[in-house]
Structures are given as C-alpha cells and as structure tokens.
C-alpha cells in the first residue's frame, strides 16, 4: 500500500511537469498504457496479502490519474497552440483524450460511498418479466399503481423492458438468505414524453437492507450520508410521507433545486424541490412472496432517480443533454 502511495505522489508530478502535448502523451503510454506501469501492477494483485483492499486503492489511483491526465491535456494544448512555429513547419497536437460520462462518475462515487456502508452491488436483466418486475413487488395485475406507470412491452403481457430496478430487489429477495444488504445501479424504461426532466430512458440507483431491527430511521441514515457524501455538510434535505405499493410506510426525499435554490424555476416546476427518489420500511407481503418471515425481519428498499443526483452534482439542466450522443460534451466540474 505504501508503494501505491510513492507512485500517485511519481505520477502527480510527472503529469505536473508535462508542458507539451508530447510530453503529456508519454506520461500516459507511461502510466496508462499497454505496457505501462499500471498494467503491471493490476498483474500482480493476485499476489498482494489482501488482493481486494490492494485493488480497490489501485482502481482509485488509476481513476484519479485518468482525471489528472484529461485535466491537464486541456492547458497543455492551449501552450502549443500559442507556443511559436520553427522553421514554418506546421505543429500537430494530439486529440484530446477521453472522459468518463457524469452518469458512471456519480454512479462510481455512489457504489464507493455503499460499499463504505456495507452493501454489496449487483445486476439484474433489462428485458424483465411481470412477475418480478410487479407482481412479487406488491402490485398486482388489477393494481390501480399500474397506470402510474406506462410501461414499454416487448411481448404483452408477460416480458417488458424494466420500469425500475426494483426488479432486481424482487429477485435478490428470493435468492440471498438474511441478513443482508444490496444495492443495484441500472437503466430503466417507460413511456415518457422527452422534457427538460424526463426522459424515456433513464438512470435508477436502488437498493434494499434486510435484518432483524430496521426502521425508517436506518433508511434515512443512509441516505443523509448519501447526500454529504455526494453533494457537501451544506445540501438541504427533506422527507415526506409517499405512497408505493412495495413499502409500509413509505416516504419521498428530495433536495433543493440545484438552478433556483429554493426560489422555484422550471427545472423544479416552481416547487423549490427537485425529488429524487424514494424509500420505505418493505411490505410483509413482499416479505411473504419471498419466503422470508415479515415476524422475524424487517427491511428498507430504496430507489434514486440517478440522472437528477447527476443533475444536481454536475448543474446540468437539461435531461437530455446525458443522453444526447454528443461525445464532446464535458461539463464543469462539480
């Protein structure tokens, strides 16, 4: 772990002291490339006394190089644009590198941020069937919840694209024994006409924690160290009482508008607040569907709309613009 330490304080001054594109280009191949210092090392955690712990502090500083390097790329080039041609010759620079999407970002920070909170990550199909995608989530074929939400079918009515990732709660719910804790990240669908804030494919961060003496309470513990850790100690927060048919009770959470702080605009359609998910204590029937005594444990299930959490940590205002295909596009940094 140390050596991991000496070599981020190498690279950071290695890339610090890059000036031109060429420069920069030869620290990547360096640090980044095929056969650079990094391959090397990912190589060799098999070899490490705790792989796990080594290659997660090596995900990080690969990650925070990538950052580094795509920064500085950005002075560099504008040094060779405005260094002086010799001897007329025409000087190319090199295309600018890449950048991860403001969805895989916020997504990485918030597994990081669950892990930290003991849930482990999982997937689960996009093409999903009505069982578990209403049915063992409490809402049967008859329930009125079912016009809330106008789904997309790709054989009607059995498979459809999911409308959430609560799918995966249903599944996981089935197949882990308790206690235990989840969390899920995927794409979902419905049949939304494209506005400024919605979106017919969009983004879900859910979750669910099952054990012997959960309560709201440990809910929204999760979540506040969610919004610090995320967002910063100054994000303003609020809960109310909200209806969904898998949870008893449930609440809504939502955070002041990240445009007007509070003021109202059409982002926030002039309430001030911008939801972003919601939560609740699961519904002994869900329990029971699942096999699992509601006499002997309890659970909170989750979902974040994570393309507001982007929203909101990279003031973007526009939905569509993280869904726009324009590769160029980079926003500012939070």
Known sequence: MDNLSKIQS???????????????EKVHIELLGRHGLLHKLFSDIKNQPDPKAYGQQLNRLKNEIEELINKKSLSVETHDRASPQKNNKTVFSLPKLGHLHPITITERQLNELFRKLGFSLYDGPEIETDEYCFQRLNVPIDHPSREMQDSIYIHEPEHLLRTQTSSIEARLLTQEKPPFKAAFPGRTYRNEKVTKSNHFIFHQYQGVAVDKNITLKDAIGTFNTLFKGLYGNDVHARYRCKYYPEVE????????????HGAGC??????????????GIIHPKVLTMAGIDPKIWRGFAFGLGLDRWVMAKFNIKDIRTLLGGNLAYKPNEP
């Open 10 to 24: 190498e690279s950071k001054t290695k890339i610090k002291t890059a000036t031109t594109s060429a420069e920069l």
């Open 249 to 260: 009770p449930g609440m809504g959470f939502d955070l002041e508008c990240f445009s007007c």
């Open 266 to 279: 059409s982002i926030c359609k002039g309430a001030g607040w911008i939801e972003m998910g919601g939560a």
